[in-house]
């Protein structure tokens, strides 16, 4: 079932960094119209001075393109320099090659692949159901290597639309779950997986899915221990800013099940608080807010032991816990929500801030009353400041305090000695506060948490601001907001493995998969529904299809917002082309420089500097200079503030590094990204926590490189701005601020 088409566009993708003049073409693949989307173009200067070159097969020059690019910026006063190109071509008859040409100079060369193996065919694995799943299928060719010039698309035309979409782009083949619950109210799913051989394609395969048949079929089971026995109906998790109004049905249920759950004792397992309690527990917030009062008892013994104060941070279990954690509560929305009487397939929306617009609080939590006036919306939390102290109650996300760059972290478990934490964490035990935070918790979990908790002052009450709600590890649970924000995080997880599943994968370690329990620690267990326990494992949480539920959507966020360059598609694997795959191995971790004391933070913020050990420094610049050697990690620069300490969770600084201006100018200024402090009092107290404080890690390497990288710089200036004023009775203190090299 081959079939050539008469392709009259291609559509090149590849990535160039205009600094350094290093680029390359990733796919090119052809496609019988144009794709790409208007309105890329205002980011685009007038000359780039890139080109796509055509050739024919005698090296004659059939024509110039120049392509749009799409570039990375992660903050508005940086110039910066790394694009993505995603440029549609218009393909003359005599096309045999494409060069991608900076200022003239020739970086990469495109030559299709002309020839192609028939036994391709035999090894399409296609519409496979998953074992015990009929909602999800698994398409792909294993066992096909890669061919320079070859690349496999698999695309899905769901019935009610015109266009195919892309699933997934790959050399080798891409292997790719399609879940019949992405394509709402479409019957039937056209599937087809191409071969794509330069400037033609060629269909290896395509079937026609029956969606409605499937679905629902298996009703979901709520007692089982294992959640893959129980989990037969895929739910479906939506952006809660496009459920189609401010109190869409999804949206009104949750607040019905909130309301309902909220008048439960503290101690039935399937009340609000005791779900709360399970991720942290403080009596004097709790009862000063109205969460609790002096009489009412908390869990007995057995149970605290057993499900409170389980919330995994600082840890490569942060993520698959707070899965786990996630799942049940759904279960016990789902299953509230059906007794009230409501639709039995609900989901938990999820909040993706960095979507345009919708960094704002969704309206339904913003308001005191129910949608037809009545007061006592459950979904309203009062102890949920915002980021602004002048307007508290004002909740919205700052887009310059939150970035993206964790996703393009490639390894799931890093170091706690400096060196990049990884996109997970660090390798821990059972961990209910650990001082070092990963890449994507670090980044953007802590500071949404403070951002939306925010903090205020209760005179004569404490002499120290109190966090709201959402500020601090031992009340965020009993916000509602939470939940949407987790699932948020939840998401990047899976659309970080989406974005390069050759490279960014979960730890394969046992005791990593089989958890803390399995070191004689304790177990991650929730109550279902009914009460019973479940015990799951990060192993379990890994393995994302064979779960219960999926999302609408896996695009990180919208490229112009969070500064990453999204795919083009849900579900696409695009923006994994924009950088070349990590190189892997041991890295060395060595201080190239550090302050001399302590750095208390108050008002807007603090300043210091840095002083650089000369050998290192040029160690650093010459290892930037040169590149790394094949296979070898690249040279990492990156920012430690260890030890911070205070007594303010809602914290959050954004950090810049300087360097004095020439002839006393005023210093340049680089963004280097944000720290938020959610966790810090706990883990600033020594009877609660460690007294250690937090530690946080910022990859510097290019705005280093800028300030410092040609070697001739004695120190390097540290510049930290509060997003609130930090009150002096908070006693934020950071313990020492070290620039480090990690490299070969
Ligand atoms: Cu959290």
Same mark, same amino acid.
């Given at each position: ?359 704002? *609080?969704? =309206? %339904?939590?913003? /308001? ?9 919306? !459950?979904?309203?939390?009062? @102890? #949920? ?113 989406? *974005?390069? =599943? %050759?490279?960014? /994968? ?9 958890? !803390?329990?399995?070191?004689? @620690? #304790? ?222």
């Amino acid at each position: 079932m081959s079939e050539h088409q008469g392709d009259t566009f291609v559509h090149v993708i590849a990535n160039i960094d205009t600094e350094t003049g290093k680029g390359s073409i990733r796919y090119v693949l052809p496609s019988r119209q144009r794709t790409s989307s208007a309105g890329r173009a205002a980011a685009n200067p007038p000359d780039n001075q890139v080109r796509l070159v055509l050739l024919d097969a005698a090296g004659t020059v059939l024509g110039r393109v120049q392509p749009e690019l799409r570039f990375e910026a992660c903050h508005g006063d940086e110039k910066p320099t790394r694009a993505i190109i995603q440029q549609d071509v218009e393909v003359p008859a005599a096309l045999s090659e494409i060069d991608l040409e900076y200022r003239g100079q020739k970086l990469d060369a495109f030559r299709p692949e002309r020839a192609t193996s028939e036994a391709i065919e035999e090894s399409v694995t296609f519409g496979l159901p998953l074992p015990g799943h009929p909602d999800k299928l698994t398409l792909g060719t294993p066992g096909i290597g890669q061919r320079a010039g070859v690349t496999y698309l698999i695309q899905a035309k769901p019935n009610n639309a015109a266009q195919w979409q892309t699933l997934a782009v790959g050399q080798p083949t891409p292997q790719f779950v399609v879940d019949k619950n992405q394509f709402p109210g479409a019957a039937s799913l056209e599937v087809r997986i191409t071969q794509n051989t330069g400037f033609q394609s060629r269909t290896l395969d395509q079937r026609t899915i029956e969606l409605a048949t499937n679905r629902g079929a298996v009703p979901e089971g709520l007692g089982g221990a294992n959640i893959g026995a129980a989990a037969a109906v895929t739910h479906v998790r939506r952006n809660v800013w496009e459920l189609g109004g401010d109190w869409a049905d999804p949206i009104l249920w949750y607040a019905r099940a909130v309301g309902a759950l909220r008048t439960k004792a503290i101690n039935d397992r399937t009340s609000w608080r005791f779900w709360a309690g399970m991720h942290g527990y403080h009596q004097g917030l709790w009862e000063f807010y109205g969460y609790k009062s002096a009489a009412e008892p908390i869990p007995t013994g057995a149970d605290f032991d057993k499900f409170w104060e389980q919330c995994q941070h600082g840890s490569w279990f942060f993520l698959p816990w707070h899965r786990g954690y996630l799942i049940g509560f759904e279960k016990l929305i789902r299953s509230t929500v059906q007794t009230l009487g409501g639709p039995a397939d609900w989901a938990l929306p999820y909040w993706n801030y960095f979507k345009a617009n919708q960094n704002g *609080l969704p =309206p %339904a939590f913003g /308001s005191p009353d129910w949608p037809d006036g009545q007061g006592n919306n !459950p979904l309203f939390i009062e @102890q #949920r400041w915002g980021p602004d102290p002048q307007q508290p109650g004002n909740v919205f996300i700052p887009l310059d305090a939150v970035d993206l760059n964790a996703m393009t972290v490639p390894d799931f478990t890093g170091v706690a000695s400096g060196g990049d934490p990884g996109f997970g964490g660090v390798d821990t035990g059972f961990e209910h506060g650990g001082d070092t935070h990963g890449d994507l918790e670090s980044q953007p979990h802590d500071q949404v948490h403070g951002l939306v908790g925010g903090e205020k002052l209760f005179p004569g009450v404490s002499t120290r601001p109190l966090p709201g709600l959402m500020s601090a590890p031992q009340t965020a649970g009993l916000d509602p907001i939470f939940w949407l924000h987790h699932a948020n995080i939840d998401r990047l997880w899976e659309a970080w493995r989406r *974005l390069d =599943p %050759a490279n960014n /994968s979960d730890p394969q370690q046992a005791r990593w998969k089989d958890g !803390p329990a399995s070191l004689g @620690q #304790r177990s991650f267990v929730v109550p279902l529904a009914n009460g019973t326990p479940w015990e799951f494992t990060p192993g379990q949480m890994s393995d994302f299809a064979s779960l219960d539920y999926t999302y609408s959507d896996f695009t990180p966020g919208d490229p112009l917002v969070a500064g990453m360059p999204g795919p083009a598609r849900p579900g696409a694997a695009l923006a994994g082309g924009a950088a070349m795959p990590p190189p892997r191995g041991p890295a060395t971790v060595e201080v190239v420089g550090a302050s001399s004391g302590p750095l208390p933070v108050t008002g807007a913020g603090a300043q210091t500097s840095v002083q650089l050990d000369a050998t290192m420094r040029d160690k650093v610049a010459a290892n930037l200079a040169s590149g790394p050697a094949p296979g070898a990690r690249a040279e990492t620069v990156l920012l430690n503030l260890e030890n911070v300490r205070g007594y303010s969770d809602a914290t959050v600084l954004k950090v810049y590094l300087e360097s004095p201006g020439p002839g006393g100018a005023p210093p340049i200024e680089r963004p280097v990204g944000s720290i938020g402090l959610f966790g810090v009092t706990k883990a600033t107290d020594p009877n609660v926590g460690r007294g250690e404080g937090l530690s946080y890690v910022l990859n510097i390497t290019k705005a280093y490189s800028e300030l410092a990288g040609s070697g001739n710089a004695d120190k390097i200036g540290v510049r930290l701005k509060a997003v609130a004023p930090v009150h002096d009775a908070a006693d934020v203190k950071i313990g020492r601020i070290s620039i480090v090299r990690q490299g070969g």
